[in-house]
Structure formats: structure tokens, C-alpha cells
């Protein structure tokens, strides 16, 4: 495990072997293995187990352990083959973009 800093200025844990994890969407209707390969406090790059296609990934939720108590609410960032990239969404994201595009409306 090595700790290294990204071009955002955001720490980030890089593991050496990667940690286990499952992608599931947010309706519960699809899951996915998948293995985080490092994690800041923003956001984590996973590798994926299989094809990404026809997932719902705009957003969606990180499983980190087996009994799914432990999880993060996810949107797509990037995709690299079978890597993407995922940013952590915190509680009330979607509240303060909604509110934000109906202002100039």
C-alpha cells in the first residue's frame, strides 16, 4: 500500500494488490465484481470483472464488504478498457444540482 497524491491535490491510497468489492445499481437490478485499485476521499479507480456494457453507470453504489454495509454512492468518471474511474457522491449531491439548474431556468 503506498500513499500518493494526484493532480487534484487529493491523497490517494494506492493498494499494491487491490481490494475485492462489487458494483451494484442503484435499483438493485445488476451487480458487478470489481476491484478497487486505489481510493482518495473523492474517489476510487476500479478494475471490472467482465463487460460494462449495458450497466447503468451514471450512478451507482460500491460495495465494500460482503454484507454490503459498508458502501459508497458512485457516478461514472472515466472509462479506460476495463478500468473507469468513479467519484464518491455525498449526501444531498443531487439535491444541490437540481436546485442549481432550476435557478437560471
Not at 77 to 96: P, R, S, Y
Request: aromatic content about 6%; some cysteine.
Amino acid at each position: 500500500m503506498a500513499v500518493k497524491t494526484d493532480h487534484r491535490g487529493n491523497s490517494r491510497v494506492v493498494f499494491e494488490r487491490g481490494i475485492p468489492a462489487q458494483m451494484m445499481g442503484i435499483d438493485g437490478t445488476w451487480r458487478r465484481e470489481c476491484t478497487m485499485e486505489d481510493v482518495s476521499e473523492s474517489g476510487a479507480k476500479l478494475t471490472i470483472d467482465g463487460s460494462v456494457e449495458g450497466l447503468h453507470l451514471k450512478e451507482f453504489f460500491l460495495l465494500l464488504s460482503s454484507t454490503g454495509l459498508a458502501y459508497r454512492r458512485c457516478e461514472l468518471a472515466w472509462v479506460n478498457g476495463d478500468q473507469i474511474g468513479v467519484n464518491f457522491l455525498k449526501l444531498g449531491d443531487k439535491k444541490k444540482k437540481a436546485r442549481s439548474t432550476s435557478v437560471g431556468a
